[in-house]
């Protein structure tokens, strides 16, 4: 049974961001705002970066899923929360900042697989979000837009993510333009990894998708991802050189490399494979 619950952040009496039990193993963060197309404002923030705590400290979540309720992944930016951003102080500005920085490093960096599902329109910081997630399925129907400087401003605390993910020639189009570009398009730029044309036909290659991670070692996927950051925009040196080779060595002689090692040279399933590997299939309460 698919274990449903809210973060312990409410707004409006509505739980605004829910985790979502979607298989074992596989725990959905959902943004709960369809009514306002999931646009986030600090309550959200704040749900967002308790819900990714908890997914990270949960030994029981393996995978983690960021997905929207509704026709849209996010419109970005509430209009009432800018509203109160504009009347308040630098000091005030530079804090609420810091609060999207650190959702955004927390997404970042989680150990585990991420998963972001993107539908309908993904304005402003949600393409920051679609940019951290590891792996982005969209639908055809996407919409993508760096929209900040519409409004005089900047989309500043995503740029790090964002520059990473499409590369530095479309960001100085896309930040001064603020063109909407579809879902090819972002696919063909690195931020989206795979379009499909339908939310069913986005949420079968989820699955499918899920069916592969289980094949792989958990530590070795979070070792893998953890690799990417140590050698990315680095020169090929000698420290990298040695790292690298450290890192190789670590992980063969340790309990989930020697049973991965003996499984493939015994012919036999690895302990940590399910029996029908990870299911995607989504229960309501």
């Known amino acids: 049974m698919t274990e449903t619950r809210p973060t312990d952040t409410a707004q409006d009496s509505q739980s605004v961001v829910l985790l979502n039990r979607r298989a074992e193993g596989v725990t959905e963060v959902v943004l709960n705002r369809p009514d306002k197309r999931n646009a986030f404002d600090d309550v959200i923030i704040q749900a967002l970066i308790n819900a990714l705590e908890e997914v990270e400290n949960d030994p ?10 509704g026709k849209h992944f996010s419109a970005g930016a509430d209009l009432g929360w800018m509203r109160r951003m504009a009347d308040n102080s630098h000091g005030d500005n530079l804090a609420d900042a810091r609060q999207l920085a650190r959702l955004l490093e927390r997404l970042n960096t989680l150990t ?6 993107v539908q309908g329109a993904a304005y402003g910081g ?14 055809e129907q996407a919409r993508f837009c760096l929209s900040e400087v519409k409004l005089g401003l900047i989309p500043a605390v995503i740029s790090p993510y964002v520059v990473r993910a499409i590369g530095e020639r479309q960001a100085r189009r896309y930040f001064i333009s603020a063109e909407v570009f579809d879902a090819q398009q972002a696919q063909a730029f690195g931020l989206v990894h795979v379009v499909e044309d339908s939310d069913d036909a986005m949420q079968s290659r989820c699955d499918e998708l899920l069916a592969q991670l ?12 953890d690799l990417v950051f140590a050698v990315s925009h680095k020169a090929i040196d000698a420290d990298v050189i040695e790292d690298t080779a450290r ?6 002689v340790g ?6 090692l003996s499984a493939f040279l015994n012919k036999r399933r690895a302990s940590w494979i399910p029996d029908n590997g990870v299911q995607g299939s989504q229960e309501k309460k």
Not at 255 to 260: P, S, V
Request: net charge positive; with cysteine; glycine share 10%.
């Open 255 to 260: 309990k989930e490399g020697q049973e991965g």
């Open 214 to 225: 289980a094949q792989n070692g958990p530590e070795a996927m979070r070792a893998a991802k």
């Open 60 to 69: 029981a979540t393996q995978i983690v899923i960021l997905r929207s309720e």
């Open 112 to 117: 585990k697989p991420t998963i972001g599902l």
């Open 126 to 139: 949600a393409v920051g979000l679609a940019a951290c997630c590891d792996i982005v399925i969209a639908t």
């Open 247 to 252: 890192r190789i060595a670590d992980i063969r």
